[in-house]
């Protein structure tokens, strides 16, 4: 296996406006799962919710920032097989570089860099990387494809590993 470089924290913070999987009831007990390679975290199920809030932070472990995390967004079915709510992708790139820099002197709630939303993510709204109490964080609000609606706010942390390889400054 790779050497790990550090633990990307996720916070699944809420859903917005999620499609509607259960039609009696015209509602959805949505849940989300997070995918890296072979890795596959998921949040609890929000019964009956089409704007749920989760606030669950789920874990994965990095070895190579450049593979795009993937996220699906599913109705639990008690009795027959999960419907599928939408899915979206998202890079870490961006949010790698800013954690290489020199940061120590920038006051906590700087914004490093932004993020913009285009063909080639899942960004429904500009992403701000930011520096906040000694740590860089970013907010994403991902648009659902495969969805007639719904959006998903996530949460970004990186917390290193004793003994990783970890991220140094002008490597990769």
């Not at 009696?24 to 929000?46: F, H, M, W």
Request: charged share 25%; aromatic share 6%.
């Amino acid at each position: 296996m790779a050497k790990s470089l550090g633990l990307l924290k996720i916070t699944v913070v809420r859903g917005v406006n999620l499609a509607i999987r259960d039609s009696v009831a015209r509602t959805s007990d949505p849940y989300v799962v997070i995918k890296l390679g072979k890795q596959v975290v998921k949040t609890k199920a929000v019964r009956k919710n089409l704007n749920p809030v989760w606030n669950e932070e789920l874990t994965l472990c990095i070895c190579n920032p450049c593979f795009p995390i993937k996220l699906e967004v599913y109705d639990r079915d008690w009795f027959s097989r999960d419907d599928k709510m939408g899915d979206a992708e998202f890079d870490i790139e961006e949010f790698v570089e800013a954690l290489k820099m020199e940061l120590d002197n920038i006051p906590s709630g700087e914004v490093i860099t932004k993020v913009i939303p285009n063909t080639q993510n899942c960004l429904a709204k500009e992403s701000c990387i930011f520096w906040e109490n000694g740590q860089v964080i970013q907010h994403l609000l991902l648009r659902l494809e495969n969805a007639e609606c719904g959006e998903i706010e996530l949460c970004l942390k990186w917390t290193n590993i004793s003994g990783s390889k970890g991220l140094r400054i002008n490597e990769m």
